[in-house]
């Protein structure tokens, strides 16, 4: 597809298991960004990749929390021993060069419910 | 806190209607952007202003910036039904190449 594709795009978990969360960003795309959103709130930042630099990881809540970014394409969200505020939606984004300067190109995003 | 910060309204107005939204934020930008969300959807870019502009129109869309005041609008004019969403805007005020997202304004257009 010519868009961001995310999946899953749903995920039920009990509290304490691992989960991954990926990201297909749109090709030659340099920039990648995971971004989350709580019920009803705005997005707070995550962690962004650009090109082969090490990646910024400083939003990642907790060391729960970590992402990787194979080959400058896809990316894994992994959160381990999930806990019940971690339900929210995980937004991925990517852009030519980097994301401030243009427009960021979003997916629809990964609804993760923690039990 | 949080740059990029709208007026926390939800807004309900008859199609046809004009809605306008604000945005403000607290230290000095390169760019401003808006973007939408429908329900349950990824947010979609709609429009990029420079802090050397002070207006731009993009069809219905209309964005204005003023920098000494540290705010912008977005002025939708004739409204439709498919315009109900959530806008959001976002500054390069978080620095690090990261946008900053405010909370969002919620919209709902009436038929």
């Known amino acids: 597809g010519a868009g961001v594709s995310q999946s899953p795009s749903n995920k039920v978990t009990e509290k304490g298991k691992d989960v991954e969360l990926r990201c297909d960003p749109i090709?030659?795309?340099?920039?990648l960004y995971w971004y989350r959103q709580s019920l009803g709130q705005g997005l707070e930042f995550l962690i962004y990749f650009q090109g082969n630099s090490a990646p910024d990881k400083s939003g990642l809540p907790s060391d729960r929390f970590s992402a990787e970014r194979t080959g400058g394409s896809v990316s894994t969200l992994t959160i381990q021993r999930t806990q019940q505020e971690d339900s929210a939606v995980y937004l991925c984004?990517?852009?030519?060069?980097?994301?401030?300067?243009?427009?960021?190109?979003f997916g629809e995003g990964s609804r993760l419910t923690v039990l | 806190s949080q740059q990029g910060e709208e007026d926390p309204q939800a807004l309900s107005i008859q199609e046809g209607e004009n809605a306008t939204m604000n945005c403000s934020y607290k230290?000095?930008?390169?760019?401003l952007q808006w973007y939408r969300q429908n329900s349950g959807r990824g947010l979609v870019h709609l429009i990029l202003?420079?802090?050397?502009?002070r207006e731009k129109h993009s069809g219905r869309l209309r964005v204005t910036l003023d920098t000494s005041k540290k705010s912008s609008s977005l002025l939708i004019t004739a409204s439709r039904a498919a315009d109900t969403a959530s806008y959001f805007c976002a500054t390069d005020a978080g620095g690090n190449n990261r946008l900053a997202f405010g909370k969002g304004n919620q919209v709902v257009v009436i038929p």
């Open positions: 090709s030659g795309h340099t920039a």
């Open positions: 230290t000095s930008i390169n760019n």
């Open positions: 202003i420079r802090s050397n502009e």
């Open positions: 984004a990517s852009s030519l060069g980097s994301g401030v300067t243009g427009e960021l190109f």
